[in-house]
């Protein structure tokens, strides 16, 4: 198993640019999760899916969209980047309800990506 | 307004004694907790984790405290390791988030020396 993989590993973009990431996992999970990472701040919640087809705003949403059409996998977009959105991006998933220990399901976390706007 | 705080963003210790981390929360809803470790250029690992219902949760070399009166919980790790040099985050949940929502403190980076 690969667990939760993401792409690209590095990436560096020009303001007004835009991009998708890509999370994947082999898990079969049902929630999945996108963070953000900055100095001093830790892993703030972008946006999350809880099942194929849903998603939903976490805690820093905005410049960001998201789209889970296959429950493998999980996108993150940046429309218009801005220096703003320089950060290590984090995809994460869990097993959702289905599983055992209802909502207090441990996240698997991807290795990250590594954004810079100019 | 971050609700799980981690005040030490570095801690040094020496090969073979025990490292202490320290996590405080404000939200008294938070009621699942969890530890995470991450390696340089990796993403974070499940390390520990520790339910209200109970004040201590052990497993081999590492020991979760919760003090739920003073909105605490600590992590000990004994004995110290090379290997145990990362960063470690705290994450806080509760049972009325379906959705397995954590907040995660800004992490302590642990140096391990010999």
């Known amino acids: 198993n690969a667990g939760v993989t993401q792409t690209p590993k590095f990436r560096v973009l020009k303001t007004g640019q835009s991009m998708t990431l890509l999370c994947a996992q082999d898990?079969?999970?049902?929630?999945m999760y996108w963070y953000r990472q900055d100095p001093g701040m830790g892993l703030r919640l972008i946006h999350y899916?809880?099942?194929?087809?849903?998603?939903a705003k976490g805690e820093v949403p905005d410049g960001y969209n998201v789209s889970r059409l296959k429950k493998q996998n999980f996108l993150l977009g940046l429309e218009s980047a801005a220096p703003s959105q320089t950060s290590v991006y984090f995809c994460?998933?869990?097993?959702?309800?289905?599983?055992?220990?209802?909502?207090?399901?441990?996240?698997?976390f991807g290795p990250g990506t590594r954004l810079t706007v100019l | 307004d971050q609700q799980v705080k981690q005040n030490s963003p570095s801690l040094s210790v020496q090969e073979g004694r025990i490292s202490i981390l320290n996590c405080d929360y404000t939200?008294?809803?938070?009621?699942?907790f969890l530890w995470y470790k991450k390696y340089p250029a990796e993403g974070p690992t499940f390390l520990i984790s520790?339910?209200?219902?109970?004040d201590k949760n052990e497993d081999g070399r590492f020991t979760v405290f919760l003090n739920k009166s003073a909105k605490h919980l600590s992590l000990h790790i004994v004995p110290s390791q090379p290997g145990d040099s990362a960063v470690y985050f705290c994450?806080?949940?509760?049972?009325?988030?379906?959705?397995?929502?954590?907040?995660f403190g800004a992490g302590t980076q642990v140096v391990v020396t010999p």
């Open positions: 899916s809880v099942g194929e087809g849903t998603t």
């Open positions: 520790i339910s209200s219902i109970k």
């Open positions: 994450a806080a949940s509760h049972s009325t988030d379906s959705w397995g929502k954590f907040q």
């Open positions: 898990m079969n999970h049902e929630y």
């Open positions: 994460a998933s869990a097993r959702g309800t289905s599983g055992r220990g209802g909502p207090y399901n441990e996240q698997f």
């Open positions: 939200n008294s809803m938070f009621d699942y």
